[in-house]
């Protein structure tokens, strides 16, 4: 049974530049949730995902955007990147179903990408 | 910004000896979850204690929930040096959906 997974492991920008993360997520979720996580910090929730359409959104500014595929994979785009977007950014997975959060189910993290801008 | 605060920031203690961590937050709850992190890695989710539980255990881990005081505490036994990571709780929100809110984490060092 494969859990989360993302692509890539480590990736280096300069400041300006546009990056693209990916997240498959564990087999029979249908939901997909990312965080950015700077060093030495909790996560920070950035938005998510369902049915191809974002559900949620943290307090981050529209330079982030995403995408949910029809197989659910997602992926994350960061524009006109900043030094302080240098961070682990984790995708994590869960089921939702009938579009009902029905809670109390544990989240499934991937080994997130880690993002350095120079 | 962070919901949960989380102490001690940092915790070392011998292996064999118990660890006790504590987090507090903000909101009302669903529930409140505990996920350990290794150097770099991804989350691992540990325990989640709903709402209306007070304890939960699983196996070395034991986890209390006071709602009134918006506090939560994660004690592990008998710990091995396998222990030695970073420890966040995160709580989800009753209307927040499915959406995470972590506290800063606690870095426990285990030393053999």
């Known amino acids: 049974d494969a859990g989360v997974t993302q692509s890539p492991t480590h990736l280096i920008k300069t400041r300006g530049q546009q990056v693209t993360l990916r997240c498959s997520p564990k087999s029979g979720h249908d939901t997909v949730s990312w965080y950015q996580q700077a060093l030495g910090q909790g996560p920070q929730f950035i938005f998510q995902y369902y049915e191809e359409e974002e559900r949620q959104r943290g307090n981050f500014p529209d330079r982030f955007s995403g995408h949910q595929f029809p197989n659910y994979s997602s992926e994350l785009n960061v524009n006109a990147l900043l030094l302080g977007d240098s961070a682990l950014y984790l995708c994590a997975s869960s089921f939702l179903g009938d579009r009902v959060w029905k809670g109390n189910q544990p989240q499934h993290f991937g080994d997130g990408t880690r993002l350095s801008i120079l | 910004s962070q919901q949960g605060e989380e102490d001690p920031q940092a915790l070392s203690i011998q292996e064999g000896e118990n660890a006790t961590m504590n987090c507090s937050y903000k909101?009302?709850?669903?529930?409140l979850q505990w996920y350990r992190q290794n150097s770099g890695r991804g989350l691992v989710h540990l325990i989640l204690i709903r709402s209306n539980e007070r304890e939960k255990h699983s196996g070395r881990l034991r986890v209390t929930l006071d709602t009134s005081k918006k506090s939560s505490s994660l004690l592990i036994t008998a710990s091995r040096a396998a222990d030695t990571a970073s420890y966040f709780c995160?709580?989800?929100?009753?209307?927040?959906?499915?959406?995470?809110?972590f506290g800063e984490g606690t870095q426990l060092t285990v030393n053999p």
């Open positions: 909101t009302s709850i669903n529930n």
């Open positions: 995160a709580t989800e929100g009753e209307t927040s959906g499915s959406r995470l809110t």
